[in-house]
DNA sequence: CTGAAAGCGCTAACAA
DNA sequence: TTGTTAGCGCTTTCAG
């Protein structure tokens, strides 16, 4: 039998609801009771266990409770990355969310590789994880689509139609299209979009708002350029570069992802472009930083913790509320164009 | 008794390792072995519980494995916060060394507050997470103390004597010793130092760096002002606007903080003061749109993902290595100056 | 090489 | 109001 000093917890077994029965004279079924609060304990036992608990400073195992059929509190997050604002913002409004609901969150970091997110949804499932959130990699493993039959689940920005129906994203057409109309209104017609792949939804739906504009304002898109690539830094400082030194360069570039925002900024900063003189820039998402770079960077400000927060309460709701009323599919549309100072009217016409 | 389709998944209850044995026509305890690669099973019987496995779509439950005493194989993250460059590279890092050592990582957000952290250390408890990476935050409950005694961790960044040894963190002291020389050789001497209050281990690391800078130049520190706060947006925004406001303001600012950083160029930027003419600014850590800032922020760079990384390792291997011969107690002294734009000699001499 | 059986810590049905 | 007991799915002896 243990022995426990009252001040030290140093003890190094695991202490058990057992310990702690024996530590109070009760039955070990009192203690769960005592500690659900069941009705059928009086308040003096359950004082007494209480006092117990604390002072050996038990902690009931998840393990055994998630093996009696229970939830196991955990929810699972899988992301392309977290070091970018955009990623993080999300991180930060979920957990949030999801501490005041009582769960943990399992963070899973896929880089957009199919293999590691399948990977790490055989972890969430091994954990019996009471609920997903996805932004799901192109290329899902058909195994990976199987696992998350089996899981509740809620996609985020990307929509795999393979996967469930639950989605909350924004209405990425209609912010390109009027990131897009505003360049086209200031009298740009030599316009570059740089973005996501086409096997992206979010890629297909941008740039699907980016043409449309052309076609709302009466305009063929003869003198247009399209870079698709990964939605990276990287790729968006490449584009940038070959776009800019190409022989005929746009008088405006129009960024169509978060990182590809930062790697087009990267590139025009370091090839010393004049903006918005020689070329105006509309970003993609809004950190706080945008006001700073150079006299203002004007981008499609995105409600991503809104986004996020609604998107968590909903899902959250729905796992103890058996499937509640909430629809199934949302878009989140407020997504606004904020106009700074990298933006303006071309230098020369280019359609005479 | 259950039925399987071959193709479909959708079976909904859970699979165990007793379906796989009743579809393969061995025992449960063959199928763990088959599964653990155990040696004295055939290759053929570990091929066909294989296939099987695949074919039912089964995973491992972690619970039941945890409940006989094995490892839970994840690890708890716990952080003030996530939605921003400097705690969010760290999450990134320890997320995909995590991944790489077969770990998942469990995120929690504190706030900094003491119970929020104590809750959700309870949880990761609950979980019987491996190990637990924290910065920890200040005031931290001796429930929370006692409960990581029972549990390997390491600190990062921030140091608090009350819990284990092991601590990786950047060298306080130096990076912001370099940073106020580097303003005293540029002729400051009314310079300010916004930094995070002394409760926190950096803030006090951070502010001895400060003054001992003006040791080494044999200084006093007569028209010094030193505003310490919470280490956020809010309160470098604040400091910043109060110095700049002041009937005698300083020439120059050093920041001692990611958050406090982004505060004061806020302030500043929409407070139009000239940068470096009236006033010079050093800011604490580098995240890629410091080059932006104006005509570039000066900046301590810290290297953060080296840090998590070497941390990531040495903790996720000494926890496998039963506790390996590494040291306990590390600083990654690597922090560099990068000099930009916001700092320059200061208009007019202050001393005479 | 493979099977049977005990037990991890908890919850819940059944007794008392 | 409280105690007893039977598993949850797995690993791990001990027997074949």
């Not at 509190?73 to 992301?79: E, F, R």
């Not at 949030?96 to 590789?113: A, F, I, P, Q």
């Not at 139609?161 to 989605?167: C, I, S, T």
Request: charged share 20%.
């Amino acid at each position: 039998m243990k022995k426990f000093s009252t001040t030290s917890h140093d003890e190094s077994s695991i202490i058990t609801a057992r310990d702690v029965a024996e530590e109070s004279g009760v039955s070990i079924s009192t203690v769960g009771r005592a500690l659900n609060d069941d009705a059928r304990i009086s308040a003096r036992t359950i004082a007494h266990v209480r006092e117990v608990v604390d002072r050996l400073g038990y902690v009931q195992s998840m393990a055994a409770r998630v093996m009696k059929g229970g939830s196991s509190k955990q929810i699972g997050l899988v992301l392309p990355n977290i070091n970018n604002d955009f990623y993080s913002t999300i991180a930060q409004s979920i957990s949030k969310c999801c501490e005041r609901e009582g769960y943990s969150l399992v963070l899973s970091v896929t880089d957009d590789n199919r293999d590691s997110e399948l990977q790490q949804i055989r972890d969430l499932a091994g954990a019996k994880v009471s609920g997903i959130f996805i932004v799901p990699s192109i290329g899902t493993h058909a195994e990976t689509i199987n696992l998350l039959k089996r899981i509740p689940h809620v996609q985020l920005l990307r929509n795999n139609r393979k996967l469930g129906a639950d989605w909350f994203g924004i209405d990425d057409k209609q912010c390109l299209r009027d990131a897009t109309s505003h360049l086209i209104q200031l009298g740009h017609r030599r316009i570059a979009y740089i973005g996501g792949l086409e096997k992206y939804s979010t890629g297909s739906n941008r740039r699907s708002g980016f043409r449309s504009a052309f076609k709302d304002a009466g305009l063929a898109m003869r003198s247009v350029t399209e870079e698709l690539g990964q939605p990276s830094m990287n790729f968006g400082r490449e584009a940038a570069a070959r776009l800019v030194n190409s022989i005929r360069p746009p008088t405006a570039i129009v960024c169509a992802g978060a990182q590809i925002t930062s790697g087009v900024l990267d590139a025009v900063t370091s090839l010393n472009v004049k903006v918005p003189r020689d070329l105006s820039i509309v970003g993609f998402s809004d950190p706080f930083w945008c006001k700073f770079w150079g006299q203002g960077l004007t981008t499609i400000r995105l409600p991503i913790d809104e986004l996020a927060t609604t998107c968590a309460y909903w899902f959250l709701h729905s796992l103890s509320n058996e499937k509640s009323i909430y629809p199934s599919h949302n878009i989140a549309t407020s997504s606004i164009l904020v106009v700074r100072n990298s933006t303006a009217r071309p230098k020369q016409k280019t359609t005479k």
